[in-house]
């Protein structure tokens, strides 16, 4: 088990809120210590992205990883277009990207001017391989460090494939929900990886911006990051829509206003 759990108790102890405890958007700036933190995120709701923007402003990340950039994009920053949000849009791709509008995340690139910034998204190239080969010939090397050359638990394979048929609208052909776990498994490695790098390279904290998906602490990134580096302090922060009836699988977690959209489901229909 990773050594951040140590911590968090003697933060707690200290008049802080317990393990798995709903925050206040004012908590965000005075988050409990930790080597990383992964702060979650429904990608078009732009209040989770002012929160993220607060949340790294307070830490003063040494680097900071985001799902939504390859690793090619991350080397193309540069840190003299921050005052310029058009053009550091232009020079990472963004308009390409499939994203949400740039303007809900320059300011998490804005209140961190010192940060590395690192790119863990996986071309979708490398998502297909997944589909065909697995998770673990789709990752290539330090595959086992990651968890990807073991297969999942029975119960867990049924409760991902059952999510990934929800977020799609119960569209998905039964037979491309394994390709879909997968897929998933290698995005939550590859996010893994780019941490274990910026800490070598630029040392901690280091925050990772991401959808709550892969904020997930029981089997997403905070649990890769449990065994490819165990030493390692990590914080994974939630950020959701609706009150849950059970304790989310996070650290923390906040629940905010829903942001207005349309049914993504009408498409399929």
């Known amino acids: 088990m990773m050594r951040y759990f140590t911590a968090l108790t003697l933060v707690f102890c200290a008049g802080a809120v317990p393990a798995q405890s709903r ?3 004012s908590d965000l700036k005075a988050l409990p210590p930790a080597e990383v933190v992964i702060l979650g995120e429904i990608h ?3 209040t989770h992205h002012e929160n993220q923007a607060a949340a790294v ?11 939504m950039l390859t690793p090619a994009q991350a080397d193309a920053f540069d840190p003299a277009l921050l005052d310029d949000a058009e053009a550091l849009e232009a020079a990472l791709g963004w308009a390409d990207s499939g994203w ?3 303007g809900m995340y320059y300011p998490i690139f804005a209140a961190t001017p010192g940060s590395a910034v690192y790119g863990a998204n996986v071309p979708r190239e490398d998502l297909r391989a997944a589909f065909d080969a697995g998770a673990a010939a789709a990752f290539g090397a330090e595959a086992e460090r990651y968890g990807l050359t073991r297969p999942l638990p029975e119960d867990q394979q049924a409760t991902r494939e059952a999510a990934q048929l929800s977020a799609h609208c119960d569209a998905l052909p039964a ?7 997968a897929a998933q498994r290698v995005r939550d490695a590859a996010l893994a990886r780019a941490v274990v790098q910026a800490v070598e390279a630029h040392g901690t904290p280091v925050v990772v911006i991401t959808g709550n998906g892969h904020a997930r602490s029981d089997w997403a990134v905070p649990h890769k990051l449990g065994l490819a580096a165990p030493d390692l302090d990590v914080l994974s922060v939630g950020q ?9 699988p996070y650290d923390l977690y906040l629940v ?12 399929f229909r």
Do not use: H, K, Q
Not at 57 to 67: C, D, L, Q
Not at 175 to 181: A, F, I, R, W
Not at 240 to 248: G, I, K, Q, R, T
Not at 256 to 267: I, K, M, N, S
């Open 57 to 67: 402003s307070a830490i003063g990340p040494t680097a900071v990883v985001y799902e």
């Open 175 to 181: 037979e491309l929900l394994p390709g879909m776990v």
């Open 23 to 25: 925050i206040e958007v």
């Open 44 to 46: 078009d709701n732009p």
């Open 240 to 248: 959701l829509e609706d009150a849950p009836e059970n304790s989310p």
């Open 100 to 102: 949400p509008d740039f």
């Open 256 to 267: 905010t206003e829903p942001t207005p959209r349309e049914d993504p489901c009408a498409a």
